[in-house]
């Protein structure tokens, strides 16, 4: 069984940065691609970026330029890093990784940008 947890999530103020982590655990033997994913309160969960083993990167329009994802893969992880955060960017993030030949999901953290 594994397990994906997310941290790094909160306040922040428009134009400010924050900076996502998630850790996977569990017996791992390979993991493929990693990515991020949020919802907002009354809308569908979306694609945020996502990242191969191999390091390509894939993103969202709304957050291109702005976002950074990576990983770790010695530690298992994945991060986001936030810049330039705007109020519409406010919502639950998730972690989402192929893990073993199947996906898992993270139980999302907060993030929350006022104007």
């Known amino acids: 069984q594994v397990q994906l947890v997310e941290s790094g999530g909160g306040l922040v103020q428009a134009g400010g940065s924050l900076r996502l982590s998630c850790a996977a655990s569990?017996?791992?033997?390979?993991?493929?691609?990693m990515g991020w994913y949020r919802q907002a309160p009354g809308k569908q969960r979306e694609l945020v970026a996502t990242i191969t083993s191999g390091g390509r990167t894939n993103y969202a329009d709304s957050v291109k330029g702005r976002f950074t994802i990576s990983r770790d893969n010695a530690k298992n992880t994945v991060y986001l890093q936030m810049n330039s955060l705007k109020p519409e960017d406010t919502a639950v993030y998730y972690c989402?990784?192929?893990?073993?030949?199947?996906?898992?999901w993270g139980q999302g953290t907060q993030v929350t940008v006022s104007s």
């Open positions: 569990g017996s791992i033997f390979s993991i493929n691609v």
């Open positions: 989402r990784a192929d893990i073993n030949g199947a996906w898992a």
